[in-house]
Nanobody, 122 residues
Framework: QVQLQESGGGSVQAGGSLRLSCAFG???????MGWYRQAPGTEREAVAL?????KITSTDAMKDRFTISKDTDTLYLQMNSLKPEDTAMYYC???????????????????WGQGTQVTVLS
């Protein structure tokens, strides 16, 4: 059974840092993966994507503060200089139909974690 399990969320003061982790099973290894987030009352938005070779695509508005990375069984999102507007539920996702040319649209992803809440206090 394919599983994605996020961890690392919490409350932090503005300007602080958090590192999110997403543990994944071996059947996901090598596929496109990404981090998405959704704030209350808004649509889910992409944060950053990483392909099988480690090529990264990041949202322009966040790429200077957020960094996606991965190892053999965990996807990470390092978040620095956090702002109150970064408050959201953060999800990791995998697209088991693609290894490269990862899609930005969330409906392209086959597997999702349950999410981890990030709250940035002003």
């Amino acid at each position: 059974q394919v599983q994605l399990q996020e961890s690392g969320g919490g409350s932090v003061q503005a300007g602080g840092s958090l590192r999110l982790s997403c543990a994944f099973g071996s059947s996901i290894r090598g596929y496109c993966m990404g981090w998405y987030r959704q704030a209350p009352g808004t649509e889910r938005e992409a944060v950053a994507l990483i392909d099988s070779d480690g090529k990264i695509t990041s949202t322009d508005a966040m790429k200077d503060r957020f960094t996606i990375s991965k190892d053999t069984d965990t996807l990470y999102l390092q978040m620095n200089s956090l702002k109150p507007e970064d408050t959201a539920m953060y999800y990791c996702a995998a697209d088991r139909r693609r290894m490269w040319h990862c899609r930005w649209r969330q409906d392209g992803y086959t597997d999702w974690g349950q999410g981890t809440q990030v709250t940035v206090l002003s």
